[in-house]
């Protein structure tokens, strides 16, 4: 097999390279021109140790056709068996024009299946159950990230390509290391829960009401796509890499409260009355002191949670599936507070 990567190098990518190296075949990676992109790519490159079956390809997202050399398209043009797309959140360009550029770019190369990285959060507003067949009902979208993402979904739907669409919900640590590369979801509270170890465990810190999540570590998103995108005759289907399991917000924060030594977090009001507090001039200086920008609370929370048919099907006896999140918290709280704190 054959493979065009873009985002390679990003969190998700620097773990799914490994899978895809289990399988034969050369895997091209999309590197921005330039010195830092391509220290970046030889660090993964070292890490991967796929030696010369990794290769570089020059490109950018912001260029047609990816910026990519015309007669390397030629070259390869039917070659290409996937196409994995997992750069559409870093998309430079308004409405989707990376992601356009990437259909293009797999169009000319005849490629046989386009595997494209979306999120959950294209659910935007909905509520109740947000199924892997939704897509464009009516949902407001509050933030840039989910309208790029929307967008980029609907350029790849509306394709000749063959396509696979995945929605992760909130990737965070690597299950059995910890490790990570970026700050999200939960670890946005960690300073605050390292804080609040300095008060008696029998304080309890009173927050709002924080709403149901959803998280997943990075190495069962990286298993599973590789083990769904090599399944025959899934196309043009929507899989959501989710936890079937519903989770509030602060159950799962109280779990790293534990490893912090931190009282737990108690909900005691609607996040409106909060916001409302913070509006009062002088009030909101608290949270960005401990790492909680006000836009993070705003969107803490997934008002829908989603159903994994298709997905739980897709992995049905692989062995593929989503550890409870008590099983690695300590790791995850490990990590950070070695290599972030």
Not at 298 to 310: A, G, K, L, M, Y
């Amino acid at each position: 097999m054959t493979y065009l990567v873009t985002g390679a190098t990003g969190f998700i990518g620097r773990f799914l390279i490994p899978e895809l190296l289990k399988h034969e075949g050369d895997i091209h990676v999309l590197v921005r021109p330039g010195h830092a992109a391509a220290d970046r790519f030889a660090c993964c490159a070292q890490e991967w140790a796929g030696g010369d079956r990794v290769r570089l390809v020059h490109g950018d997202l912001g260029a047609p056709k990816l910026g990519i050399d015309p007669t390397w398209l030629a070259r390869h043009r039917g070659s290409i068996e996937h196409v994995f797309h997992l750069a559409a959140g870093y998309d430079p360009t308004e409405r989707g024009g990376g992601t356009r550029h990437l259909v293009d770019a797999a169009e000319e190369l005849n490629a046989l299946r386009l595997h494209h990285v979306s999120t959950v959060e294209v659910a935007g507003s909905c509520a109740g159950s947000f199924t892997e067949d939704m897509f464009d009902y009516g949902q407001s979208l509050a933030t840039p990230m989910q309208r790029a993402e929307f967008e980029a979904e609907r350029i790849v739907r509306e394709s000749t390509l063959r396509w696979r669409i995945y929605r992760p919900s909130i990737v965070i640590g690597h299950s059995r290391t910890g490790e990570i590369d970026h700050i999200d979801g939960p670890y946005h509270f960690f300073r605050l829960l390292r804080m609040a170890a300095q008060l008696p465990r029998l304080l309890p810190v009173l927050v709002p009401e924080l709403g149901e999540t959803n998280m997943v570590p990075v190495d069962f998103v990286a298993r599973a796509l590789d083990h769904i995108a090599h399944q025959p005759d899934s196309d043009k289907i929507t899989y959501h890499l989710v936890d079937p399991r519903r989770l509030r917000a602060v159950e799962a924060l109280n779990l790293f409260a534990d490893e912090a030594g931190a009282p737990h977090l108690v909900e005691v009001m609607p996040k409106r009355t909060l916001g409302m507090l913070l509006r009062v001039p002088g009030a909101n200086w608290l949270l960005p002191r401990v790492g909680v920008a006000l836009d993070v609370l705003e969107h803490s929370e997934f008002t829908c949670w989603f159903d994994c048919r298709h997905a739980s099907a897709a992995l049905a006896g692989s062995g593929i599936k989503v550890p409870p999140l008590d099983a690695y918290a300590p790791r995850i709280w490990k990590y950070w507070i070695e290599n972030w704190v």
